[in-house]
């Protein structure tokens, strides 16, 4: 028997075979990895000139043929809505995009591609609901998802006015920032100083005597935790909280110092603390499923660490949680494939240490 990654018992075939993962996949994730720190497709580069394609309209079948360029910066965005943890994330974008499409009149083409049968006909009742109508196509045996070299979802793809690829944009909490931001950038409102300076984030440099102090105590804290002082660091983070209970920085450190001390239902009110301030916060999802994980209340972490899991980055934890949770439901073939993500993520991490 192995144990998990709070030293639980568990069957050790799924590790096992991870372990002897080919050389061929380890390289095809650390493409992958470069691909997506470079902003690029699997298939095509920046500045690369993008295909055309035909695609069925998802509301009447029509035959539509896309062209990108013809003057027209375009943003092609690519979704699903399953599993359900995708769903929320996803038909918000899509009517954020609209919004943008509505925004500048018709001076960006916007299209979504959907890319899976399953959930289309909530997909279409939910374009009914959007203000603004954008084509949605289907891409039902996502022939141009692959020819693309589509590496996750949701995720926006953006080209030039002239059908260049531009910048590939995946989901995090500033995506229609980051989306509304280079759109000004190719239509030439903005220079790309004026964009760094606009994604950057914000400083307040007049910060009252309570926001120092939380931010020290929270700084502190971390260090704590690093020399795995964790009753210490709790006590910084529990500090910071009562200064300023309406920050989740604090609650963040708090609840992954508890995971640390197995303290799972301290960090599930934690984590979930997180959650109402901020609803999108990663590391909040993240967290509060391996609370749940930790004290075995196996049902309610799942949507949340899948939720966890396609965010930009994942955490490792998550990762083999999950594995871990499929192995014990049987599901040995996407435990593998997980176990196989964190082997590959754990060497990464060895050698960059080593370096």
Do not use: C
């Not at 279409?124 to 692959?146: F, G, M, S």
């Not at 971390?222 to 300023?244: D, G, P």
């Not at 972490?301 to 899991?309: R, S, T």
């Amino acid at each position: 028997m192995a144990e998990n990654i709070y030293g639980q018992q568990v069957g050790n075939r799924a590790i096992v075979k991870a372990m002897l993962s080919s050389f061929v996949f380890f390289m095809l994730f650390l493409v992958a990895v470069n691909v997506s720190a470079a902003n690029t497709l699997r298939n095509y580069q920046q500045g690369e000139l993008l295909p055309s394609f035909k695609l069925k309209n998802l509301d009447d079948g029509r035959l539509v043929t896309i062209t990108l360029g013809k003057g027209k910066p375009t943003a092609l965005f690519f979704f699903s809505i399953n599993p359900e943890f995708r769903k929320q994330r996803a038909l918000a974008l899509l009517a954020e995009l609209a919004s943008l499409s509505a925004r500048y009149n018709n001076r960006v083409n916007v299209v979504g591609i959907y890319v899976e049968d399953e959930g289309k006909e909530e997909v279409r009742a939910y374009l009914k609901t959007i203000a603004v109508k954008i084509p949605v196509l289907h891409d039902i045996k996502r022939d141009v998802y692959n020819k693309y070299g589509v590496f996750m979802m949701p995720l926006v793809v953006l080209a030039t006015e002239k059908g260049k690829l531009h910048e590939v944009i995946p989901y995090t909490y500033s995506v229609v920032e980051i989306i509304e931001g280079n759109l000004k950038l190719l239509l030439g409102e903005w220079s790309t100083e004026q964009l760094k300076k606009a994604l950057k984030p914000k400083e307040n440099i007049e910060l009252s005597k309570a926001e120092k102090e939380y931010i020290r105590r929270v700084n502190y804290g971390r260090v704590m935790v690093s020399r795995k002082m964790y009753s210490q660091a709790l006590r910084e983070f529990n500090t910071a909280i009562q200064l300023m209970p309406q920050k989740s920085a604090a609650f963040v450190e708090a609840g992954f110092a508890l995971l640390k001390e197995k303290k799972w239902q301290q960090a599930e009110r934690s984590f979930r603390n997180v959650t109402k301030i901020e609803p999108d916060s990663d590391d909040g999802i993240a967290g509060l499923g391996l609370a749940l994980y930790g004290k075995g209340d196996i049902e309610q972490a799942v949507p949340q660490l899948e939720n966890a899991f396609i965010a930009p980055k994942p955490r490792l934890e998550v990762i083999l949680a999950l594995a871990d949770i499929y192995e014990q439901r049987g599901d040995f073939a996407k435990a593998i494939r997980l176990n196989k993500l964190a082997v590959s993520r754990l060497m990464i991490l060895y050698n960059q240490r080593w370096k």
